[in-house]
């Protein structure tokens, strides 16, 4: 079975840092992009962050770009999202996917980011609360 679990969430002030896990666990982890993405309450969920698996190529939306870093342990089969700086619009339930195909690549930069129907399994949330 499949599975993706985020942790790390919680409350935090702005200017502060968070580091966001996503444990993944009956696939091969390391065949399958991962992508990150984020809903805001009453917003569409948008595509954060992506790492591509075959080449480690990453993408972030330019609203994140400099802040956060995504990074993967293929050893312990867990993709990292480092949040800094975070501001309070980066208020959101955070969720890692597994992408569908093993080919996938993650978007180019300054592209409009990852798309959620490209994108398989998925984890049940982290909520990542930033106060100003």
């Known amino acids: 079975e499949v599975q993706l679990v985020e942790s790390g969430g919680g409350l935090v002030q702005a200017g502060g840092s968070l580091r966001l896990s996503c444990a993944a666990s009956?696939?091969?982890?390391?065949?399958?992009?991962i992508g990150w993405f984020r809903q805001a309450p009453g917003k569409e969920r948008e595509g954060v962050s992506c790492i591509s698996s075959s080449d480690g190529s990453t993408y972030y939306a330019d609203s994140v770009k400099g802040r956060f870093t995504i990074s993967s342990d293929n050893a312990k089969n867990t993709v990292y999202l480092q949040m800094n700086s975070l501001k309070p619009e980066d208020t959101a339930v955070y969720y890692c996917?597994?992408?569908?195909?093993?080919?996938?690549?993650?978007?180019?930069?300054?592209?409009?980011?990852?798309?959620?129907?490209?994108?398989?399994?998925w984890g049940q949330g982290t909520q990542v609360t930033v106060s100003s």
């Open positions: 009956g696939f091969t982890f390391d065949d399958y992009a």
């Open positions: 996917a597994a992408a569908y195909y093993s080919d996938y690549m993650c978007p180019p930069p300054n592209s409009p980011g990852p798309i959620q129907h490209d994108f398989g399994s």
